[in-house]
């Protein structure tokens, strides 16, 4: 048997509890539920060990209507805890959730080598003071309350998730699969994350730096009435020919002065900004996707030279594209 196999066989899997209340978003429990449970040590051996929990310890009813069964608090957290999640819900199910479940989770948030919240469950926490001083994030629809209401948090509205210290909390709904990614490969290693990540059919592990919004639909928001869409298809064909403020009014049937206007009105940005977050997305696509060299990557997305790409890209993800593409891209052969 080899020392790496010895080493394994010898680990045992880790204590994860996640918290549910009643009307908790069903998904912030099973999408991390799923992820723990589906990790392996290299001999096969599940590497979580996964309780649900809850106040009383009775079925629980999520948002969905399914009920989950559960086991007291107390009584989980008789014997170590290494990760201890709190779930979310609709805001106003959040802020209802009961002061007695508020009180338990207090005796407990001290204990785990791991803490952590799925969406909306950052606001539990808030109200332990848990996040006090550290940075965090939750549902983009609820990151303003947090900020409000927990002035000494340092709300991150656009990241996936967070880490501060043993502190992570994740964004909304499916980050908390993001999130529980990220613990997978920092308790063991990145090919057993990106197992994990394969064999629930996720395109793409993203990085907690990640905006909770893609480029394209924080433009399909602002522009809700898909003036631009024509336009935005166009560039996507054309990210390495000309692309000036004449070139964009030309393809979109405006004059240029009328287009300077009209644009940054309907989508929130100029047409600089936009061609070169089409642009970034684009190359980020192809470092995922592709074997080609990130010259390459470089010219066929308009960038010109890799260096520009770089700093476009270094700016956007806070990593150069060739770390983004060894985190994330295609496994060589």
């Avoid at 996040?131 to 948090?153: F, I, M, Q």
């Amino acid at each position: 048997m080899s020392s790496k196999s010895a080493k394994t066989n010898g680990r045992m899997p880790r204590k994860v509890v996640i918290v549910a209340y009643e009307g908790a978003k069903l998904l912030d429990i099973t999408g991390p539920l799923q992820a723990f449970c589906d990790a392996r040590f290299e001999d096969g051996r599940p590497a979580y060990h996964v309780t649900l929990a809850s106040e009383a310890g009775r079925p629980v009813a999520t948002d969905t209507g399914i009920a989950l069964q559960t086991r007291r608090l107390a009584e989980t957290m008789r014997t170590s805890v290494d990760t201890l999640l709190v779930s979310g819900g609709d805001l106003a199910v959040v802020l209802g959730t009961a002061a007695s479940l508020k009180s338990c989770l207090a005796k407990y948030v001290d204990r785990p080598r791991r803490l952590g919240s799925i969406c909306t469950g950052a606001l539990i926490l808030a109200e332990l003071g848990v996040l006090n001083g550290r940075e965090a994030t939750t549902h983009w629809s609820a990151c303003g309350r947090l900020e409000r209401d927990y002035p000494k948090v340092i709300v991150k509205p656009d990241a996936i998730y967070v880490t501060s210290g043993h502190v992570w909390t994740s964004a909304g709904v499916s980050a908390g699969i993001d999130m529980t990614l990220a613990m997978i490969e920092e308790d063991l290693d990145r090919v057993s994350a990106l197992k994990v990540a394969r064999g629930l059919v996720l395109f793409l592990k993203r990085p907690g730096g990640q905006s909770q919004f893609s480029v394209e639909l924080r433009r399909q928001m602002h522009d809700a009435r898909g003036r631009f869409d024509d336009l935005h298809d166009w560039i996507r064909t054309n990210l390495d020919g000309d692309l000036s403020v004449p070139a964009l009014a030309r393809a979109a049937a405006m004059s240029p002065r009328n287009f300077a206007r009209v644009y940054p009105r309907e989508t929130g940005e100029s047409p600089a900004r936009a061609v070169e977050k089409i642009r970034i997305e684009a190359a980020i696509a192809l470092l995922e996707s592709s074997m080609d060299p990130i010259k390459v990557i470089a010219r066929r997305t308009g960038f010109g030279d890799d260096e520009r790409m770089r700093r476009a890209v270094l700016k956007a993800y806070g990593v150069s594209p060739q770390d983004y593409r060894s985190r994330f891209g295609r496994p060589s052969r």
